[in-house]
T-cell receptor, first 113, second 111 residues
Framework: LAKTTQPISMDSYEGQEVNITCSHNNIATNDYITWYQQFPSQGPRFIIQGYKTKVTNEVASLFIPADRKSSTLSLPRVSLSDTAVYYCLVGDDYGGATNKLIFGTGTLLAVQP | DADVTQTPRNRITKTGKRIMLECSQTKGHDRMYWYRQDPGLGLQLIYYSFDVKDINKGEISDGYSVSRQAQAKFSLSLESAIPNQTALYFC??????????FGDGTRLSIL
């Protein structure tokens, strides 16, 4: 069971690029890496998923090195509305592997003006 | 996600009472999940269902039960509520190969 480790919190300013790194040393061959975002009093929201190298969508990029033991979520030019908790998950699909879905405590990103 | 509706949004009740939290979805997904979140912590899986006839225990199923009444409905029950079940409860859905979509949660307080 691949456990993930993330920083508890990070601070940033508006307009900066933010990189949140997640460690998953025991990732299995068929595991994907998925990131969710959660605002207070709301359910988590899917951001991005990847298996290796780099994935980019309209809101973020995900960088995964060759050994896949870590990954980095990159948020370009953050704004105040990006203040949230970000969760890194490892599982054999989008996290829908049910009992393999472990959210952990996530990283609280605080964006200041 | 507006397509995943949880009721009630807030509930305060007393120890020993039976509580039912309901979840309905309009996404047409087969898979549904119930999670619990305690303050400052991540989500823990309580139960999950891959289709109407399938029910599975998650990490923390003790003290909870579920019912999958239809593809679109998945309810969570606390047969005899206790104070340490005070938490934020989330329902989620997914299809076979996509991310999970979460409701906005039910805040449950047990006195």
């Amino acid at each position: 069971l691949a456990k993930t480790t993330q920083p508890i919190s990070m601070d940033s300013y508006e307009g900066q690029e933010v990189n949140i790194t997640c460690s998953h040393n025991n990732i299995a061959t068929n595991d994907y890496i998925t990131w969710y975002q959660q605002f207070p009093s709301q359910g988590p929201r899917f951001i991005i998923q990847g298996y290796k190298t780099k994935v980019t969508n309209e809101v973020a990029s995900l960088f995964i090195p060759a050994d896949r033991k870590s990954s980095t979520l990159s948020l370009p030019r953050v704004s105040l509305s990006d203040t949230a908790v970000y969760y890194c998950l490892v599982g054999d699909d989008y996290g829908g592997a049910t009992n393999k879905l472990i959210f952990g405590t996530g990283t609280l990103l605080a964006v200041q003006p | 996600d507006a397509d995943v509706t949880q009721t009630p949004r807030n509930r305060i009740t007393k120890t020993g009472k039976r509580i039912m939290l309901e979840c309905s979805q309009t996404k047409g997904h087969d898979r549904m999940y119930w999670y619990r979140q305690d303050p400052g912590l991540g989500l823990q899986l309580i139960y999950y269902s891959f289709d109407v006839k399938d029910i599975n225990k998650g990490e923390i199923s003790d003290g909870y039960s579920v019912s999958r009444q239809a593809q679109a409905k998945f309810s969570l029950s606390l047969e005899s509520a206790i104070p340490n079940q005070t938490a934020l409860y989330f329902c989620a859905t997914s299809d076979l190969s996509g991310p999970q979509h979460f409701g906005d949660g039910t805040r449950l307080s047990i006195l």
